[in-house]
């Protein structure tokens, strides 16, 4: 079966950094689109970053310069390192894995992870 596990959720103060990381299994990963996603309480689930196959990523403009996606495919893992954190980062964030468009389309999410930034 596939699994997509995120971790490196936590408290932090306001300025602070995190990096979370999402360990997935099951698929081929180097061929599918991974994901950062975040939902605050009483919020819409949101998009924050996304990395492709070759490695192009885009991100929401609200974390523009301070969070950086990667992704490393011999560990099937991808990376969110956070930086300068802000207490409207704090949210439950969550990875997905997008299949390519080559396969039977559809996609897998994480459990999600916890980050509260707050002083």
């Known amino acids: 079966q596939v699994q997509v596990v995120e971790s490196g959720g936590g408290l932090v103060q306001p300025g602070g950094s995190l990096r979370l990381s999402c360990a997935v299994s099951?698929?081929?990963?180097?061929?599918?689109?991974m994901g950062w996603y975040r939902q605050a309480p009483g919020k819409q689930r949101e998009l924050v970053a996304a990395i492709t196959s070759d490695g192009s990523t885009n991100y929401a403009d609200s974390v523009k310069g301070r969070f950086t996606i990667s992704r490393d495919n011999a560990k099937n893992t991808v990376y969110l390192q956070m930086n300068s954190l802000k207490p409207e980062d704090t949210a439950v964030y969550y990875c997905?894995?997008?299949?390519?468009?080559?396969?039977?389309?559809?996609?897998?999410w994480g459990q999600g992870t916890q980050v509260t930034v707050s002083s």
């Open positions: 099951g698929i081929i990963f180097r061929v599918y689109t």
């Open positions: 997905k894995a997008d299949s390519p468009a080559a396969i039977i389309r559809r996609n897998y």
